[in-house]
Structure formats: C-alpha cells, structure tokens
C-alpha cells in the first residue's frame, strides 16, 4: 500500500519537482543562509555563557534523599548578568549591525561576572561570554565576500 501511494505521489508532482528544480529551498539551506550574515557562533557562546553564570544559582539537585543546592547572597546579580549576556547573544543574532556593541558589553559584563556571580559560572561562562563577546566585536557583515574579492584580484 504504501508504494502504491508513492508511486501516487510522484505522478502528481508538479513540473518543476519533477525535473529536479526546488522552487522554495529547504529549511537547512534557509537556516545556512541565515546564519552566515550574522555573528552566530559568538552570540550562541554569549547565550551559553548567560545560562551557565545564571544556571548555578537557581538549579536544585536531588540526589537520593540529598538535595545540593549552591545558595548565595548575589542571586539578584547572579540572575541579571545572566539575563544580559543572553539578551546580547539574541542582539547579535537580531540585529547583526550592532554586533561591537553587543560584543564590547559581553566581555564588560562577562568581566564583571567573575566577582559578582560564583566566579562567573565557575569560570567557565566568563570564559564563554569573553571569547564571545570578542568575536562577536570583531565580526563583520560581508567579510566573506570581500575575502573572496581580495583572492581574485591577486
């Protein structure tokens, strides 16, 4: 039954799919073409980093009848720099024509997370949020383009 149905399928193609020609390109290739005009890398390591800073403070684990907890007293500031960092990777990935400003404020606020918040995610978000934020600075909109331009001009 099922390659009876098929078979159906394949008859009532239009022309177009039928002769191999896609006339709307697949989520993957959307998703691609998205991506390489902004900063996506950089701002998914600020929006990691925002979650592991945040994450700490706010995460209870039950361990058989042992609950672990990390209680401390910056869980206000703990909550905001985590907000942040997070709302300066979406920035970045919105609104790619603000990326040095998003990417200054990351490491900023990524520096700031060291003292104020567990050690900034045990080090290892303000790891995150530096080495985002940095590239994120230093991302820079048709830099592909220009690239390939250059090594056809030599």
Known sequence: ??????????????????????????????FRRWRSGRPFVPALLLILSGIIIAAPAYITIHISDLLVMISTISGVSTLLIGVLLVMFGLGAWFQPATSNYVGVLGIIVAIIALPTSNLGGFVIGSLFGIIGGAFTFA???GEKKRRTKEAADQ
């Open 139 to 141: 991302w820079q909109p």
């Open 1 to 30: 039954m099922a390659a009876e149905s098929t078979a159906e399928e394949t008859r009532t193609l239009p022309a177009a799919e039928a002769a191999g020609e896609e006339s709307k390109p697949g989520v993957w290739r959307r």
